[in-house]
């Protein structure tokens, strides 16, 4: 049996040791971080709490109650952090991005000690494919932030659309990487295509933006 409780503790340690000694103004990064580890062991045990109690079978699970748990949670330590101390919007899309890492990283260390390391090509495409998502969600969730927290009224219309959108996408990739074969392979390259399309289209925004000034 894998206790994540205790690979949780064997991950946060370090990091909390660290913590204690950074200079404060470094500390935000390591504590999203820590955030992110702990949203995802959080976000286990309130999927399965659901999973339970509406008897869903896997893949409804993982398409209808895990995206959407699991990306609340993300949000959550983001919005602690804007709400209480007020950051800069980009230095709230980055703590969104530490965030978003931790969730990964932690998501994929369970995933190794319950599925084994044997299948070393697997677990690079698996832990490539999970982590680029966890990523474009919050590139998604963080460039919408820039632009709509600075706006009042936009606040909470606005998180509320952005959470439906990364809510939708991570539910398409679970789908995809649920079934076999090459339905599963677009599945795990689909973050990936994604990320270089923003790449592509953020550099084509910035050109054209230099262009008309």
């Known amino acids: 049996m894998n206790y994540i409780e205790n690979i949780y503790l064997c991950l946060v340690m370090p990091l909390l040791v660290a913590i204690f000694c950074m200079e404060s103004k470094r500390r935000a990064s390591l504590l999203l971080l820590l955030g992110g580890m702990t949203m ?58 530490m965030t978003a890492v931790g969730f990964a990283t932690f998501e994929n260390v369970c995933y190794l000690t319950t599925n084994g390391a044997s299948d070393v090509t697997y677990l690079l495409i ?22 709509l927290w600075d706006v009042a009224w936009l606040k909470v219309l606005g998180t509320l659309a952005l959470l439906g959108l990364v809510v939708t996408y ?19 390259l ?3 295509l994604t990320f270089i399309l ?14 008309i000034s």
């Open 40 to 97: 995802c062991l959080a976000s286990a045990y309130i999927s399965t709490f659901f999973t339970g109690i509406t008897g869903a079978d896997p893949i409804s699970a993982t398409t209808n109650i895990t995206p959407i748990v699991e990306e609340t949670m993300k949000l959550l330590p983001v919005l602690f952090y804007l709400l209480v101390f007020e950051p800069e919007s980009r230095n709230a899309a980055n703590g969104l991005m």
């Open 198 to 211: 923003v790449r592509v289209l953020g550099r084509s925004g910035l050109r054209e933006a230099l262009r």
């Open 190 to 192: 689909l973050p990936l």
């Open 126 to 147: 698996r832990g490539a494919g999970t982590g680029a998502m966890h990523i474009i969600c919050a590139t998604l969730m963080g460039v919408g932030l820039l632009a």
């Open 170 to 188: 991570h539910a398409i990739y679970n789908l995809l990487v649920s079934q076999t074969g090459v339905v599963a392979v677009i599945g795990f």
